[in-house]
């Protein structure tokens, strides 16, 4: 079967361009008009999708044809195609950049390529960088070009006389609706009490453009036919009758919703807890700390005794605890800030977590397990520093290089890795990280 429904990539030439700003503007947009928009991101990102799941009002899912693969994403766009009016795509980075890119994504499924450019420091330039976006792949979906952060509307019919391609309007510069930015990315959207009127008023600025202006109809040019992947067997319920405890607050937030369905079509019931408010476990068989920001929590966290202390007491009966990055971070000894600043944390594991100010790794990473493999990626600032030895490590995989990648740490039924792991990608290497005995 297949459903067709008009669908953009939002793309540019390099990171920081403002991709997400005008992905979630255009998504924000026509949901204002009562379309039904879904949106989707490409690579594994956590943050740029909270601004697009707030545009549209509903969960954004992640699309990468290595991480995820080519048929995760069939079904995704399939499923999205059958009720949207829209389907917009963040790209990630640059066009054409990483092995696989967002332009790689846009020709495997005719998604029709919107470049995002920041002109503010170009005029006829302009048109030669959209003409080699456009061009330096044969055969690349094309919508148009739109110009951001332009100066005035001279500076904006400068640029447009620069381009041999589809104009579809200039975004003037304007701080009300710039999206803050920190060390990992964008600052998520929960934690500002006006991103919806950022959003907006992005919205509107976009409405007076000719992107802005295309109604339905208009938007039917980029329809785009979409396939239904083929049927694959039911998933066991191997995690049948199990409670999952997941810790979800402002320091754990790096969560993929495919995870938490992953989860539950397994089997598990899952309940959630937030450590920031020195919540005790609740009743559970198993525990998943997820990513996040523990390094701008310390004093919260450190002060945490209730979660911390009932941390200890599910391992120490045994139970399995599955923690990656910001969720591995507080179970050491202590956390020292990138200014030398140590704070004692919740001591499950021996040793320390170091910030720096620099990016420590970055990446597509796969995890083996006697139950299958596990894709996903590392992206951290911090680094350990533990006496304990690992149990395995992941497989850093760039191209065709291949290489070791991030340490696997166990103590009894506790787990822990700066790995963040895609569980649709094994459900059966997933379930074994929440069962007792853990995986092999």
């Known amino acids: 079967m297949t459903h067709a429904c008009p669908a953009v990539l939002v793309a540019a030439p390099a990171s920081g361009q403002g991709k997400t700003t005008v992905a979630a503007a255009l998504a924000r947009l026509h949901a204002r008009a009562g379309r039904r928009v879904r949106a989707f991101k490409c690579g594994p990102d956590f943050l740029d999708p909270h601004w697009l799941a707030l545009a549209t009002g509903h969960p954004v899912h992640n699309l990468d044809l290595w991480m995820t693969g080519e048929r995760d994403i069939r079904a995704r766009l399939h499923a999205a195609a059958a009720e949207a009016d829209l389907i917009v795509v963040e790209g990630v980075m640059g066009l054409f950049d990483g092995a696989p890119s967002a332009a790689d994504l846009a020709q495997q499924f005719g998604l029709p390529v919107l470049a995002v450019i920041d002109a503010s420091a170009m005029a006829g330039t302009f048109g030669a960088l959209a003409f080699g976006l456009q061009h330096f792949r044969p055969g690349l979906p094309w919508a148009g070009v739109l110009a951001n952060r332009v100066a005035s509307e001279r500076h904006a019919q400068m640029l447009r006389d620069s381009l041999k391609g589809d104009w579809l309007g200039a975004v003037m510069r304007d701080e009300t609706f710039a999206l803050p930015e920190r060390h990992l990315g964008l600052t998520v959207a929960a934690e500002l009490p006006d991103a919806l009127a950022r959003l907006d008023a992005a919205a509107d600025a976009l409405a007076v453009t000719p992107l802005g202006a295309m109604d339905g109809a208009a938007l039917a040019r980029w329809s785009v036919p979409l396939k239904a992947p083929a049927v694959e067997p039911a998933q066991a319920p191997l995690l049948n009758g199990r409670t999952i405890a997941v810790a979800r607050d402002a320091a754990f937030c790096f969560i993929y919703p495919a995870n938490l369905d992953v989860l539950v079509a397994l089997g598990a019931e899952l309940v959630f807890f937030s450590p920031l408010a020195d919540e005790p476990l609740p009743r559970c068989d198993a525990v ?147 069962l007792p005995g853990g995986p092999a």
């Open 288 to 434: 998943w700390l997820p990513g996040g920001y523990p390094e701008l929590n310390g004093v919260a966290l450190a002060a945490a005794t209730r979660t911390r202390d009932s941390l200890r007491a599910h391992v120490h009966a045994e139970r399995p605890l599955w923690a990656e990055c910001g969720g591995m971070m507080p179970l050491f000894e202590s956390l020292v800030s990138s200014d030398g600043e140590a704070r004692a944390t919740w001591g499950l594991l021996p040793g320390r977590v170091v910030m720096q100010k620099r990016l420590a790794a970055l990446g597509p990473q796969q995890l083996s397990l006697a139950a299958g493999v596990l894709r996903g990626h590392t992206f951290h600032y911090s680094r350990c520093e533990s006496p304990l030895v690992p149990a395995g490590h992941t497989e850093s995989v760039r191209g065709e290089r291949r290489g070791a990648g991030e340490a696997l740490y166990r103590a009894g039924s506790l787990q822990a890795s700066y790995f963040h792991a895609w569980f649709p990608s094994s459900p059966a290497a997933t379930a074994s990280l929440f």
